[in-house]
């Protein structure tokens, strides 16, 4: 193969793959607990962006419940932004493995 035609291959795919990281970034996703009373959101980088806790659950003699269902949203949350990236990831690469 011609070292030429694969250099501007390469760059054609880094370039795709910024563009996708880009796209990424401004996805957002929101995962529930507690029938929709507790919300977390995540940006596609897995950062939680926002938290809402519905004063229903709050019940300071069990303070351990509350953490267990903010933790739970939260972990939902972000896994589901890295579904969505590594998603993203895949219309780039054709599924080759590359790291984000």
Not at 7 to 35: C, L, N
């Amino acid at each position: 193969m011609n070292l030429q035609k694969l250099m501007k291959q390469a760059q054609a795919m880094q370039a795709s793959m910024a563009q996708a990281q880009a796209r990424i970034a401004e996805k957002q996703f929101t995962a529930e607990a507690a029938g929709g009373k507790i919300k977390a959101t995540a940006d596609g980088n897995g950062m939680i962006t926002a938290l809402s806790i519905d004063p229903a659950v709050v019940d300071p003699d069990d303070a351990e419940f509350l953490q267990q269902l903010v933790l739970k949203a939260v972990q939902d949350a972000i896994a589901g932004a890295k579904s969505l990236a590594e998603a993203e990831m895949r219309k780039v690469t054709g599924g080759l493995g590359f790291p984000m």
